[in-house]
């Protein structure tokens, strides 16, 4: 059963257009944190911040491969609260700019020469940073 201290931070979370893009493209299923930020045109740490609101929400999950983050969105819970997440999902597929969004990300990820989030696009001269959580 929910209660109002699980409850208010579930909808805090969709307080933000950021946060609704990202899930409307998590809605496409899973995406590493590169294939957000191309697609939402915003800096790694902005994407990672809002990923981080919505994952302590319960919204999204999130598994790291490598040092790359990929995040879904979390399918599991109450059917009351299932019920809620795929009308807030076909909601936002409505919306142009999501769907914008979802025609940048698809573009991207034709362009990806491979899979794991650029990694051929890694500049092999510079270090990769590691972010300790």
């Not at 929910?2 to 899930?23: H, Q, S, Y």
């Not at 902005?46 to 790359?68: E, F």
Request: include cysteine; proline fraction near 3%.
């Amino acid at each position: 059963m929910l209660d109002m201290r699980t409850t208010v931070p579930l909808f805090k979370a969709l307080a933000d257009e950021t946060r609704l893009r990202i899930l409307a493209l998590l809605g496409q299923g899973e995406l590493c944190v590169c294939d957000l930020t191309a697609a939402l045109q915003l800096p790694q740490s902005t994407a990672s911040r809002h990923l981080a609101v919505l994952k302590n929400a319960g919204w999204v999950s999130g598994r790291r491969q490598g040092v790359w983050m990929y995040y879904r969105l979390l399918d599991t819970g109450a059917a009351s609260r299932i019920a809620m997440h795929n009308a807030i999902l076909a909601h936002l597929e409505e919306s142009t700019t999501a769907r914008r969004d979802r025609k940048v990300l698809k573009n991207h990820l034709a362009q990806k020469a491979q899979p794991g989030c650029g990694e051929a696009a890694l500049d092999k001269a510079a270090p990769v940073r590691k972010y300790r959580r």
